[in-house]
């Protein structure tokens, strides 16, 4: 079954799905959901090797609803290949139910609480 806006068949079915959308586009994913999901991937699918290292997800958060946008912090964020990420953004979107809507994810290096101590030594 079609959509034709020139003979209005199936325009009935476009509005439910609008709102649909619109829900999803403001949905709000808690922090403790978000990181229970990220340990659930990192066991199904481990993140790859950086210098003979395994790069760490140390957490990840939502930092804006529309359009949703997650931060990711991660131990060598410019190793994490591209491949990785896509898996990640496409099991956000199929575990926590948002077809359709274009989902953002920056990731973030955490700061090394010691940097300022080795300066400070030399």
Not at 53 to 59: D, E, G, K, S, Y
Not at 60 to 77: F, H
Request: no cysteine; charged share 30%.
């Amino acid at each position: 079954m079609g959509f034709s806006a020139l003979n209005g068949r199936g325009v009935e079915r476009l509005m439910p799905k609008v709102f649909e959308t619109y829900d999803i586009w403001n949905k709000r994913v808690t922090t403790p959901k978000l990181n229970r999901w990220l340990r659930e991937m990192e066991t199904l699918h481990p993140p790859p090797l950086a210098k003979g290292r395994r790069i760490r997800l140390r957490f990840m958060t939502q930092i804006k609803i529309r359009p949703p946008t997650y931060m990711l912090s991660v131990s060598q964020p410019d190793e994490l290949g591209d491949d990785y990420l896509r898996f990640l953004m496409n099991r956000l979107r199929d575990d926590f139910g948002m077809p359709g809507v274009p989902l953002r994810l920056n990731m973030r290096k955490p700061k090394n609480p010691f940097a300022s101590r080795a300066k400070k030594q030399r």
